[in-house]
């Protein structure tokens, strides 16, 4: 998942600065809630489950990490229940269940329990499998016109679009429905790993999210991210969050 993290890492100062341009300095910059949450989400796998308490005990561990209002009022709330939002959240988290499980069904069940603590609604759920599902046929060696006839298939996504075709009318969405296809095509649409983050960057959107989904599709493709910018993330990452992306990484095998 680190190329998850280091998406979020490197598209972090363009959320707020837009651009439509893939020719930017790939630098590594300050995490935001896509990485906590991401961990949290990896440290509740590692732990049996508990989506909600890992989330929240995440979140409240670093509460200044950009939040969504909604997101903000669950986790300080004692026995929060699930909002109904269809928000990207639950998509920019997901990628560690997608590394963690040998079949589909299971990628499924899991990204859906992710998602429905806080976004229950139906496209809330249904970007976080999408993304998961994605991650696991990806590392299962899938090609990327297999990838984009399933997810296409099975959610209803209108993956037959480019970068190219896209980005000149695209805005900032911060909806599953509106940013999770897009980072889908930014991975179907590149040639590696940073090619894939500067797709996602470069649409001019919710830059940090996209480029986190779309680094971890592509970390479980390619299989690798370039060692200067692993070596950028594990530097810039406090030793708590590091220290669960590391016992992950070792217990399911991940390459990074």
């Not at 969405?173 to 940013?179: A, E, L, R, V």
Request: proline share 5%.
């Amino acid at each position: 998942m680190i190329g998850a993290i280091a998406g979020d890492m490197i598209g972090s100062p363009y959320e707020a600065w837009p651009i439509k341009d893939k020719d930017f300095p790939l630098r590594v910059a300050a995490f935001t809630d896509d990485t906590v949450l991401t961990v949290a989400v990896a440290d509740a796998l590692l732990g049996g489950g508990d989506f909600a308490a890992c989330l929240r005990r995440f979140a409240r561990r670093y509460p200044g990490a950009g939040y969504g209002g909604s997101f903000r009022k669950w986790m300080w709330i004692d026995d929060p229940a699930p909002y109904n939002s269809f928000g990207n959240g639950s998509a920019m988290r997901v990628s560690p269940v997608g590394f963690a499980f040998d079949t589909a069904e299971a990628v499924l069940t899991h990204a859906r329990r992710s998602a429905a603590v806080s976004h229950d609604h139906p496209e809330g759920l249904k970007g976080a499998q999408a993304t998961a599902l994605s991650i696991f046929m990806a590392r299962m060696g899938e090609s990327k016109e297999a990838i984009r006839k399933e997810i296409s298939r099975r959610f209803g996504y209108d993956l037959n679009r480019s970068v190219d075709d896209i980005r000149p009318t695209y805005r900032f969405d911060i909806t599953c429905q509106g940013s999770v296809p897009e980072s889908i095509i930014c991975f179907l649409d590149s040639e590696s790993w940073e090619d894939a983050v500067r797709n996602a960057v470069s649409m001019g959107g919710d830059a940090d999210t996209m480029a986190c989904i779309a680094g971890g599709i592509s970390q479980a493709y390619y299989g690798q991210i370039p060692a200067a910018v692993r070596d950028a993330v594990r530097a810039g990452l406090p030793a708590d969050l590091l220290q669960v992306v590391d016992r992950f990484n070792r217990a399911y095998g991940c390459r990074f």
